[in-house]
C-alpha cells in the first residue's frame, strides 16, 4: 500500500487544505483509469488523518484493490458554510476532480464510492443523495443522519450551527428529503448503513431506515453490539469494502 499525505490548494475554499491517499500496491491506475476509488470522510473530532491512525482502513483497501482518499474539512458537517468555507462544494465537485488528474482515477461512475462516520457518514449519505450519478454505492457508520431532530432537541451547539448553517437546515442538507428526491430519480446508489446498538445516535437511525423504507431507497442496515468508537468503525470499513466490491461487480455486469 503507498500512501501520500500533504496539501493541495482548492479553488473553493480559498486556501490549501490537507489530503491523505492510499493506492493498492503494484495497482496503479491505467490508461482508462480502471482503479475504484474511495472517498472516506471523517468525523466531527477528527481530521484527515483519522482513518488511516486508527482503523485498518489500509489493509482492507489494499485486500480489495481500492484507492482511497481522505480530505480535511475541520467541522463544516460538509456544508457550504454559512460564514466559513464551501466545503461541499470542495468534496463533492473539486476534490473528486483533482484526484482524476494527480491519480488518474475513473470518471466511471461504477467505479466511484464514498463512505464516511459520525459527521462524515452524513456528508457521505449527502453527497451520494445530491449527485447520484457519480457514486455506484455509499456508507454511513454511526451517521448524523436525523440532524433536523437533533436541532429541535437542542443537542448541537447553537453557535457552531449557526456558523454551519446561519441557524436553520435547508432542505439541501437535510437527509429525509434529499433521500426521498433520490430515490423518486430512480437512480439512488445502493447505500450500507450501520449503527452500534448502544450509539446515542441509535434512534436516530431507526427512524431513517423506516424513512429508506418508505421512499424506497435501496439500502442494507447492519447493527451490531458497540458504541460510537473505532472498534466499531473498524468493522464497518471492513464490511463496507465488501458491500462495494459486490457492488461494483454488480455494476460492470451487462443488463
Not at 492510499?22 to 491505467?30: E, M, R
Not at 466531527?44 to 484507492?67: I, K
Not at 443522519?145 to 442538507?173: C, H, N, T, W, Y
Request: charged letters at 25%; aromatic letters at 12%; one cysteine or more.
Amino acid at each position: 500500500m503507498a500512501v501520500f499525505e500533504g496539501t493541495i490548494y482548492a479553488d473553493s475554499l480559498k486556501m490549501m487544505t490537507s489530503l491523505t491517499v492510499t493506492l493498492p500496491t503494484g495497482k496503479a491506475g491505467g490508461p482508462e483509469g480502471e482503479m475504484p476509488v474511495l472517498y472516506l470522510l471523517h468525523g466531527l473530532s477528527d481530521n484527515h488523518s483519522a482513518w488511516l491512525r486508527r482503523s485498518r482502513v489500509d489493509h482492507y483497501a489494499e485486500q480489495a484493490g481500492f484507492a482511497v482518499v481522505m480530505p480535511e474539512v475541520q467541522r463544516s458537517f460538509y456544508c457550504d458554510m454559512a460564514y466559513g468555507q464551501r466545503y461541499y462544494t470542495y468534496i463533492a465537485e473539486e476534490l473528486p476532480a483533482l484526484c482524476r488528474q494527480m491519480f488518474r482515477f475513473s470518471e466511471k461512475r461504477e467505479d466511484n464510492f464514498i463512505a464516511g462516520l459520525s459527521m462524515g457518514g452524513y456528508g457521505a449519505l449527502k453527497t451520494a443523495f445530491r449527485h447520484p450519478e457519480a457514486y455506484a454505492g455509499a456508507a454511513s457508520f454511526s451517521g448524523a443522519v436525523d440532524i433536523r431532530s437533533r436541532l429541535e432537541a437542542g443537542r448541537m451547539d447553537p453557535q457552531e450551527v449557526f456558523g454551519i448553517s446561519g441557524g436553520k437546515l435547508e432542505e439541501e442538507d437535510d437527509l429525509f428529503p434529499l433521500a426521498a428526491r433520490a430515490a423518486a430519480g430512480g437512480n439512488c446508489p445502493p447505500l450500507y448503513i450501520t449503527c452500534g446498538k448502544s450509539d446515542f445516535m441509535y434512534d436516530d437511525h431507526q427512524r431513517f431506515r423506516k424513512h429508506l423504507e418508505a421512499v424506497g431507497a435501496a439500502h442494507t442496515y447492519e447493527e451490531w453490539p458497540g458504541g460510537h468508537d473505532w472498534d466499531f468503525w473498524d468493522e464497518s470499513i471492513r464490511r463496507a469494502f465488501e458491500f462495494f466490491t459486490v457492488t461494483r461487480a454488480a455494476a460492470q455486469t451487462p443488463a
